[in-house]
């Protein structure tokens, strides 16, 4: 229970404890009797003794006079002699003894938020728990601070800086660059890593046009952000548009190719503007293009916020948007025609009445009378109505972020655009990308990866150096993966790989042979059993006609009645055709009753047949049918052929009649009879037969497939391992390529290229050849998309293993922020815990003394800090719930990890006005290790890169007139023009290329330049400038307290290492985004430096026109070639000049705040306690959550040590 709570119940002991005079209140070492000194019993109370000698030299000043000298039961060699460890100990052991009979009570143990271990081996070491359980211990930390201790205004500040830079080191990402031509596969590797179809693909134009940027978060739904062009950037937009829609007569331009640029700007103003026609379109200015739609205008300059629950909703919702509305708008206008059709049926089937009640109602319509409203009646939004314009060309970006498995650790997939845009807004903003990434992925369809030398070429020499100078053309920053692995001819792969012996290929060949003789063998068997049926249902079809006319000749020969036979004559006429139709097996049984026609009755032959239908099988399902009884035609057509016969052949069934009795008419019914019965029992024979062999044949057609599928699946496999290995090698080559380029430029005299500049061999690019569509097909990814073409495993499409690389991408930048976060964490527990349990190890006169000397302020030990509760500790249980200070991402920013809430107290200063302490004479020191930290930059920059870039100055500027001209004459003079109207900048880039012979000249020094450890020096001096302070607040201590003082310098010593170590990473990054910047600096200096000359050349117009303008072109180039070039390399050392400044900047803002964080770990030498009694448990509980913290941050240290070396035994 809390103090106050016992005031008001007034449980609290009515002995109050009673601060003794003269002594300070301060907690002491346990004396030899296990008594706590000093402690006032309920029987006495202290009594204030006389001053001696001794003490006077204590009130002569003004200070409180020492127990040991005021006469204190403690002696002074426990007090001062004993080993500082066993009097915090004994300092904490003894608190629970002397308010053992107070009503004042620790506050009860909380369960830790946070995992608690017993050992290291019981923790499954992964980056991102060691983050997680860190940051709940910080929270854990904070809280403890927060709810109990008060602390000087120095300290509080010092340690929320400490906190709130925990607490912000969340999980690091990693940008990931997804590159490829169009066409390459990249939105369906996309949805494949992601295991949804979230990334547009089809009819989708904006999904290669726009920088689309895929990143995690644990939410189940998928979120997006669909940016919009400024009206600024839309304008200058139009501006191009509308020139490339008119030639130089300013006559609208006649083009059916949809890629040549007047076609692509048809199609972009057409998609935002659908109702304004071309004669209409440049007629019109900019101004008055905007202000015909609000709605477009209103949509500028805005973020469209998505939210779906599922894939198949998000991608409605954002197609709204990205998609292009013209097959709606052609889907419409059929919908409406059939619609249209149907109407005019439903008009034609309609009765007088009905078209009358019509009238009546469309009458009582238009005068308001039973009118309703209907949806159609109510506006669509814009992106709902299909006729409404389309907004693909307004977007300048796509952000998702979705709960994908592949992307949890921190992996960022951009999909950069296919080609170079025309829009200049979005491809500042993929080059805004590029140079963020972290890593790069080439794609390119695995049947043209290999003949196109993709690795080597690697997207082009400008691209190449440009990695390079970034840092980022090795093998640990480029991936390559080759798509649509399926797509594969097996007798072109087995012809080109020489597989033709291969005995798991002879295998599963032999296993398709197999099938085929199979399928052969069955497919004759199965139209054997088909032949040998119809031949039977045919014989069938004829003897049932002639028992019904035996039956009709005996029931008239019995009744005396006259009768003529219809089918005798007809069956002489059509023996020999019945013989060929009959089959081995029945031919005898059909010559027994000559062939006749179909006649007979069926209810007689029914009857008469009895239980032959049981050898039917009703159930079985045939492909083909046969025929089981007589029709109504077959007797009609018998008997009209039966009228025709001749009287000839009427004389002839006269004199069989003659022969005919009913044992004989008897004898053959009987035969008839067991002939049909055979042919049933034949038939159904037959057709058991026909289906075992279609059985089989089903049977037979899956194992062929499945054969097939893994010989596709075998040849698929070898080509991809045949394309590992030649992109791998090309990769290598295009490296020795750039570095021979780069060597022999430096020295070319003793250059020489059989001598290896690096081991090349040990270069090894990632390759991964996969199959997105045979994965979703295996996942079930696509409903209704058919079964995989190639491979019957998902390990096979390659699929995984991309999103097993997603993973591993991140984990350098993963268990580097875990390792430096639990380094942070331990330092910063172990200062509290040093601070907690050393505060009272000092006696008074060492620490006034200490205190006069070092302090850099005059602060009131009495004022403990009582905004503790206020902004900077606040209460809220969100481990990131402090809204102030930022880590130091951007230092060249101003504030960052190191600034300060509020301003210092009154700071002290010497006789001469000079501010003294630890922090102003260490921001002192700073200032001159960060002025040698600059100086030293810019030598490095000038040493290094001033010579090269003076001779990359003078290579571009030799050879820029050839380049203009030969750029001139590589492409279509419609193309050129374009390039000229767009300042350079279109389907290439002709700065690039002028800027090209200086990068190639710079490029490979200037990655060394920045790959060395340009803040090795700085770091030492910080480190010497600290250590020697540390050194003068050691020798100023008295001869007792020196090894105290010595033992916490070397815990500030390290606190600050740990420190400036971060502050160090930080501003490295801030450098290497500043090299980035000043390395893209030369083709914008040149389009600016060519800005007039673009302008001059596209005022030619007329006859010869594109002749004049390559010509005046060609003369601006010439004439500022060398200024242009020489201006270029003053820009980028004056730009480097400006990084070191600021870095210098930073440096000294984040080193300022090293020094008071060194001042307040050295202040628990002279700062006082507050030994009230709820301070006394606060420090005790304090004490034990840090002991618990620093023993499970060292317990995850040790397991994270472990992994490390697993993982490197493995490798």
């Known amino acids: 229970?809390?103090?106050?709570?016992?005031?008001?119940?007034?449980?609290?002991?009515?002995?109050?404890?009673?601060?003794?005079?003269?002594?300070?209140?301060?907690?002491?070492?346990?004396?030899?009797?296990?008594?706590?000194?000093?402690?006032?019993?309920?029987?006495?109370?202290?009594?204030?003794?006389?001053?001696?000698?001794?003490?006077?030299?204590?009130?002569?000043?003004?200070?409180?006079?020492?127990?040991?000298?005021?006469?204190?039961?403690?002696?002074?060699?426990?007090?001062?002699?004993?080993?500082?460890?066993?009097?915090?100990?004994?300092?904490?052991?003894?608190?629970?003894?002397?308010?053992?009979?107070?009503?004042?009570?620790?506050?009860?143990?909380?369960?830790?938020?946070?995992?608690?271990?017993?050992?290291?081996?019981?923790?499954?070491?992964q980056p991102e728990d060691a983050l997680k359980e860190g940051t709940a211990m910080v929270k854990t930390l904070k809280s403890s601070i927060r709810e109990k201790l008060k602390l000087g205004k120095l300290r509080e500040e010092v340690w929320l800086r400490e906190v709130e830079s925990l607490q912000n080191q969340g999980a690091p990402t990693t940008m990931i660059a997804v590159c490829g031509a169009t066409g390459a596969g990249k939105s369906s590797i996309l949805n494949a890593i992601l295991d949804d179809n979230i990334v547009p693909t089809s009819g989708m134009r904006a999904c290669t046009a726009v920088v689309t940027e895929i990143a995690y978060h644990p939410k189940k739904t998928i979120?997006?952000?669909?940016?919009?062009?400024?009206?600024?950037?839309?304008?200058?937009?139009?501006?191009?548009?509308?020139?490339?829609?008119?030639?130089?007569?300013?006559?609208?331009?006649?083009?059916?190719?949809?890629?040549?640029?007047?076609?692509?700007?048809?199609?972009?103003?057409h998609a935002v503007y659908p109702s304004v026609s071309p004669e209409q379109l440049i007629r019109m200015s900019v101004d008055q293009i905007i202000q015909r739609d609000p709605n477009i205008a209103r949509i500028l300059g805005t973020t469209k916020h998505i939210v779906a629950n599922d894939s198949k909703t998000f991608a409605k919702e954002i197609g709204k948007f990205i998609d292009s509305k013209d097959q709606k708008r052609g889907d419409k206008s059929k919908k409406d025609k059939a619609k249209q059709k149907e109407k005019k049926q439903k008009e034609k089937g309609k009765s007088l009445i009905e078209k009358m009640r019509e009238q009546n109602r469309s009458k009582n319509t238009s005068h308001g009378i039973g009118q309703s409203y209907t949806s159609s009646n109510s506006k669509l939004a814009p992106e709902d109505d299909p006729n409404g314009p389309a907004y693909w060309p307004l977007i300048r970006q796509v952000q998702v972020k979705c709960n994908a498995k592949a992307l949890s650790t921190g992996a960022i997939l951009v999909d950069l655009p296919g080609v170079a845009d025309a829009n200049a807004a979005r491809n500042n903003i993929a080059k805004d990308y590029m140079k963020k990434c972290d890593c790069i992925w080439i794609l390119a369809p695995i049947t043209r990866a290999v003949d196109d030398k993709t690795a080597r070429d690697l997207m082009g020499d400008a691209f190449k150096m440009q990695l390079m100078m970034d840092g980022n053309y090795d093998?640990?920053?480029?991936?390559?993966?080759?798509?649509?692995?399926?797509?594969?001819?097996?007798?072109?792969?087995?012809?080109?790989?020489?597989?033709?012996?291969?005995?798991?290929?002879?295998?599963?060949?032999?296993?398709?042979?197999?099938?085929?003789?199979?399928?052969?063998?069955?497919?004759?068997?199965?139209?054997?059993?088909?032949?040998?049926?119809?031949?039977?249902?045919?014989?069938?079809?004829?003897?049932?006609?002639?028992?019904?006319?035996?039956?009709?000749?005996?029931?008239a020969l019995r009744n005396g009645e006259p009768f003529t036979p219809r089918l005798a004559t007809k069956g002489n006429a059509n023996e020999d055709d019945s013989e060929t139709e009959e089959t081995d097996e029945g031919a005898t049984r059909g010559k027994k009753r000559k062939n006749t026609s179909n006649q007979g009755n069926p209810s007689k032959r029914r009857k008469s047949d009895g239980d032959d239908d049981d050898f039917i099988d009703e159930d079985e399902i045939e492909e083909l049918t046969f025929s089981d009884s007589e029709s109504e035609q077959d007797r009609s057509s018998a008997a009209a052929s039966s009228e025709e016969s001749s009287s000839d052949e009427e004389s002839d069934e006269d004199e069989m009649e003659e022969d005919v009795t009913e044992e004989s008419l008897e004898a053959k019914i009987q035969e008839v009879r067991d002939n049909i019965k055979q042919g049933r029992i034949d038939l159904s024979e037959y057709r058991r037969l026909r289906k075992e062999a279609s059985d089989a044949l089903a049977a037979l057609k899956k194992r062929q497939t499945k054969a097939q599928r893994e010989k596709n699946a075998f040849c698929s496999l070898k080509r991809s391992e045949f394309s590992r290995d030649v992109l791998k090698e090309d990769f290598r080559v295009g490296l020795k390529d750039l570095d021979d380029s780069a060597a022999e430029q430096r020295d070319p005299d003793n250059f020489d290229p059989t001598v290896d500049i690096r081991d090349y061999n040990?270069?090894?690019?990632?390759?991964?050849?996969?199959?997105?569509?045979?994965?979703?097909?295996?996942?079930?990814?696509?409903?209704?998309?058919?079964?995989?073409?190639?491979?019957?495993?998902v390990e096979d499409t390659c699929i995984p293993a991309v999103q097993a690389w997603c993973h591993h991408l991140t984990v350098a930048s993963r268990e580097r922020a875990a390792r430096n976060f639990l380094t942070h964490l331990h330092s910063f527990a172990n200062s509290v815990k040093v601070y907690l349990e050393g505060i009272a190890d000092v006696t008074v006169v060492d620490r006034e003394a200490l205190k006069e000397k070092w302090e850099s302020s005059i602060l009131d030990d009495d004022d403990d800090g009582g905004?503790?509760?206020?902004?900077?500790?606040?209460?809220?249980?969100?481990?990131l719930d402090l809204p102030g200070l930022a880590m130091l991402a951007d230092p060249l920013g101003g504030g960052g990890m190191y600034s300060l809430n509020h301003a210092r107290k009154e700071s002290k200063v010497d006789r001469f006005g000079e501010l003294i302490g630890v922090t102003p004479r260490l921001v002192r020191d700073f200032a001159v290790v960060v002025d040698d930290c600059v100086g030293d930059l810019k030598k490095k920059f000038q040493d290094g890169l001033e010579e090269k870039c003076r001779l990359g100055a003078s290579n571009a500027a030799t050879g820029a007139v050839e380049t203009s001209d030969n750029f001139a004459a590589s492409m279509h003079w419609g193309t050129y023009r374009a390039t000229l109207r767009r300042h350079g900048s279109w389907r290439q880039d002709l700065n690039v290329e002028l800027s090209n012979p200086f990068t190639r000249q710079i490029a490979s020094t200037w990655s060394k330049v920045f790959e060395a450890d340009l803040f090795g020096g700085f770091e030492k001096a910080t480190n010497s400038a600290i250590a020697t302070l540390l050194k003068e607040i050691e020798e100023s201590a008295a001869a007792g307290l020196k090894d105290r003082v010595r033992s916490q310098g070397e815990l500030a010593l390290e606190e600050a290492r740990v420190a400036l170590k971060k502050t160090i990473e930080v501003v490295q990054d801030t450098i290497t985004t500043q090299q980035k910047e000043v390395s893209r600096c030369l083709a914008p200096h040149v389009q600016n430096q060519l800005f007039d000359g673009y302008d001059e050349a596209m005022q030619e117009r007329g006859r010869g026109s594109v002749a004049r303008q390559k010509a005046v072109f060609h003369r601006v180039v010439d004439d500022i070639k060398d200024e242009m070039f020489d201006g270029a390399a003053g820009v980028i050392l004056g730009r480097l000049a400006e990084a070191a400044e600021a870095v210098g900047k930073a440096l000294g803002e984040a080193l300022e705040a090293l020094a008071e964080k060194v001042e307040v770990s050295v202040a628990v030498l002279w700062e006082g306690s507050k030994d009230g009694p709820e301070q006394v448990w606060a420090r005790a509980n304090v004490i034990s959550v840090v002991r618990q913290i620093i023993d499970q941050v060292q317990l995850w240290q040790t397991a994270a040590q472990s992994a490390r070396e697993a993982l490197s035994n493995f490798a």
């Open 1 to 125: 229970m809390e103090v106050k709570e016992n005031l008001k119940t007034g449980q609290v002991n009515t002995m109050p404890y009673i601060k003794p005079e003269p002594q300070e209140p301060r907690i002491h070492s346990l004396g030899s009797n296990r008594v706590l000194p000093g402690a006032i019993s309920e029987d006495r109370v202290s009594v204030k003794t006389e001053n001696h000698d001794a003490a006077r030299v204590f009130t002569d000043r003004g200070l409180p006079v020492p127990s040991y000298i005021s006469g204190s039961s403690v002696p002074t060699n426990n007090a001062r002699g004993a080993p500082a460890a066993l009097q915090r100990e004994d300092s904490i052991t003894l608190m629970a003894s002397r308010f053992q009979n107070s009503s004042i009570q620790p506050a009860e143990a909380k369960k830790p938020i946070y995992a608690v271990y017993e050992n290291a081996t019981q923790i499954v070491y």
């Open 223 to 269: 979120e997006g952000d669909v940016s919009f062009l400024s009206e600024i950037e839309w304008r200058s937009e139009l501006t191009v548009l509308l020139d490339d829609l008119v030639d130089e007569d300013g006559n609208l331009k006649r083009s059916t190719d949809l890629r040549s640029d007047a076609g692509v700007a048809w199609q972009k103003v």
């Open 475 to 555: 093998d640990n920053a480029i991936t390559f993966i080759a798509t649509k692995s399926d797509d594969i001819s097996c007798s072109e792969v087995i012809r080109a790989l020489h597989l033709e012996d291969d005995p798991e290929l002879e295998k599963i060949e032999d296993e398709i042979d197999a099938c085929n003789a199979e399928i052969t063998e069955w497919k004759e068997k199965k139209a054997e059993a088909e032949s040998n049926a119809k031949a039977t249902d045919q014989v069938l079809k004829q003897l049932r006609p002639q028992l019904a006319e035996y039956e009709e000749h005996l029931k």
């Open 762 to 793: 040990a270069i090894n690019l990632p390759v991964f050849t996969c199959s997105s569509r045979d994965y979703v097909r295996l996942k079930g990814q696509v409903q209704g998309d058919g079964d995989p073409a190639c491979f019957s495993k």
């Open 867 to 879: 905004n503790i509760f206020g902004a900077g500790w606040a209460s809220s249980d969100d481990l």
